[in-house]
C-alpha cells in the first residue's frame, strides 16, 4: 500500500514538472507552518526545479541561481499565528558572452488562524490572509551583425522591462503526523495579483532613446495548490514541496501577448525547518 502511495507521489510530481508556463508572476512556495502558542517556526529552502520558461533554462555561462524563498511563523496565542515569507531568484546569461538576465523578488506577510484536531492533536486545519509587493525585471540584448556602430562593431540594442505589483491571498491547508517523526500536508491558496505598470527602456549604444510606462487596470487571479512533507523529530527537519500554479484570469495585451498571462506552472522545492523550542529533544 505504501509503494503504491508513494508512487502515485511521483508521477504526479513528475507529471506537474512537465507542464509548460511563462510569465512575469513567479510564485513561490505556500508557507504551511504547523505550531502551537509560544512557538517559533523558520523555514529556508530552494526551488531547483521550476516549469517557467526562464527559469528551466540553465546558461551556457555566467551565473544561475535557483530561486530561494523562506519564512518565519510565530504563535502569541492559541489559535493564532503570524507569518513573514519573502523569496526571489536570478537568471543569469541565457546565451554565452550575452548578458540577458531575469530577476524577481517579492515579500509577504499574513495572519492566519489553526486548530489542532484528531486523537492526539495529530491534526492540523489552518487558513491565513495576507498581502505583499513583488518585482520582475527582464534584460534583453540583441547584436545587429549588419550594422557597424559608429562607435565601432555592432549596434548594441538593448531592452528592459520591468513590472511592479502587489498581490493578496487567502490560502487553507491540512497537516497531519502520523508519527513524531513525519507530517504530510496538502494545501490551496487563491492570489490576486494587481499590477502597477509596465515600464519599458530601450537603448542603443548605451544610448537611452526611449522609455515607456503602460499602466494596468485589470487584476490578475491564480490558484496555487499541491502537497508538502517533513521528516525530523527535533528542533530541524527537512522539507519538499511540490506546488502547482494556474492562472484564474490574467489580462494580455495585443503587442506583447503573453508578458501577463501564465500558464500552469509547477515549483519542486527542498528545505530545512527549524523549531528552536524542540532543540533539546532528538
Same mark, same amino acid.
Given at each position: 500500500?505504501?509503494?503504491?502511495?508513494?508512487?502515485?507521489?511521483?508521477?504526479?510530481?513528475?507529471?506537474?514538472?512537465?507542464?509548460?508556463?511563462?510569465?512575469?508572476?513567479?510564485?513561490?512556495?505556500?508557507?504551511?507552518?504547523?505550531?502551537?502558542? $509560544?512557538? =517559533? !517556526?523558520?523555514?529556508?529552502? %530552494?526551488?531547483?526545479?521550476?516549469?517557467?520558461?526562464? #527559469?528551466?533554462?540553465?546558461? @551556457?555561462?555566467?551565473?544561475?541561481?535557483?530561486?530561494?524563498?523562506?519564512?518565519?511563523?510565530?504563535?502569541?496565542?492559541?489559535?493564532?499565528?503570524?507569518?513573514?515569507?519573502?523569496?526571489?531568484?536570478?537568471?543569469?546569461?541565457?546565451?554565452?558572452?550575452?548578458?540577458?538576465?531575469?530577476?524577481?523578488?517579492?515579500?509577504?506577510?499574513?495572519?492566519?488562524?489553526?486548530?489542532?484536531?484528531?486523537?492526539?492533536?495529530?491534526?492540523?486545519?489552518?487558513?491565513?490572509?495576507?498581502?505583499?509587493?513583488?518585482?520582475?525585471?527582464? $534584460?534583453? =540584448? !540583441?547584436?545587429?551583425?549588419? %550594422?557597424?556602430?559608429?562607435?565601432?562593431?555592432?549596434? #548594441?540594442?538593448?531592452?528592459? @522591462?520591468?513590472?511592479?505589483?502587489?498581490?493578496?491571498?487567502?490560502?487553507?491547508?491540512?497537516?497531519?503526523?502520523?508519527?513524531?517523526?513525519?507530517?504530510?500536508?496538502?494545501?490551496?491558496?487563491?492570489?490576486?495579483?494587481?499590477?502597477?505598470?509596465?515600464?519599458?527602456?530601450?537603448?542603443?549604444?548605451?544610448?537611452?532613446?526611449?522609455?515607456?510606462?503602460?499602466?494596468?487596470?485589470?487584476?490578475?487571479?491564480?490558484?496555487?495548490?499541491?502537497?508538502?512533507?517533513?521528516?525530523?523529530?527535533?528542533?530541524?527537519?527537512?522539507?519538499?514541496?511540490?506546488?502547482?500554479?494556474?492562472?484564474?484570469?490574467?489580462?494580455?495585451?495585443?503587442?506583447?501577448?503573453?508578458?501577463?498571462?501564465?500558464?500552469?506552472?509547477?515549483?519542486?522545492?527542498?528545505?530545512?525547518?527549524?523549531?528552536?523550542?524542540?532543540?533539546?529533544?532528538?
Amino acid at each position: 500500500m505504501k509503494s503504491r502511495f508513494f508512487s502515485l507521489l511521483l508521477c504526479l510530481g513528475a507529471g506537474l514538472l512537465a507542464l509548460p508556463g511563462c510569465g512575469v508572476y513567479i510564485p513561490h512556495a505556500v508557507p504551511t507552518p504547523v505550531l502551537t502558542a $509560544g512557538q =517559533l !517556526e523558520v523555514k529556508v529552502a %530552494v526551488a531547483p526545479l521550476m516549469s517557467v520558461s526562464t #527559469a528551466t533554462m540553465k546558461p @551556457k555561462s555566467g551565473p544561475w541561481v535557483p530561486a530561494t524563498e523562506g519564512y518565519v511563523a510565530f504563535s502569541p496565542v492559541n489559535h493564532l499565528f503570524g507569518v513573514v515569507a519573502a523569496g526571489g531568484n536570478f537568471i543569469g546569461p541565457l546565451k554565452a558572452n550575452v548578458p540577458n538576465y531575469y530577476r524577481e523578488r517579492q515579500a509577504d506577510i499574513g495572519l492566519g488562524y489553526y486548530r489542532p484536531f484528531g486523537t492526539q492533536n495529530r491534526g492540523y486545519v489552518a487558513g491565513t490572509i495576507g498581502m505583499g509587493r513583488g518585482r520582475f525585471d527582464e $534584460g534583453t =540584448l !540583441e547584436n545587429y551583425s549588419s %550594422v557597424i556602430s559608429i562607435y565601432g562593431g555592432q549596434i #548594441a540594442d538593448y531592452q528592459r @522591462k520591468r513590472v511592479r505589483y502587489q498581490r493578496s491571498y487567502v490560502q487553507g491547508h491540512i497537516a497531519w503526523k502520523p508519527n513524531d517523526w513525519t507530517t504530510t500536508c496538502a494545501f490551496g491558496r487563491v492570489t490576486r495579483v494587481d499590477f502597477d505598470d509596465i515600464t519599458e527602456d530601450r537603448s542603443r549604444d548605451g544610448i537611452s532613446w526611449r522609455t515607456e510606462s503602460i499602466p494596468i487596470s485589470d487584476a490578475a487571479w491564480y490558484f496555487e495548490t499541491g502537497w508538502s512533507a517533513r521528516l525530523g523529530r527535533g528542533a530541524w527537519q527537512g522539507a519538499v514541496e511540490m506546488m502547482w500554479s494556474a492562472a484564474l484570469y490574467a489580462q494580455k495585451k495585443d503587442w506583447h501577448p503573453t508578458l501577463l498571462y501564465s500558464n500552469n506552472m509547477s515549483i519542486l522545492t527542498l528545505g530545512v525547518i527549524y523549531r528552536p523550542q524542540l532543540f533539546s529533544r532528538l
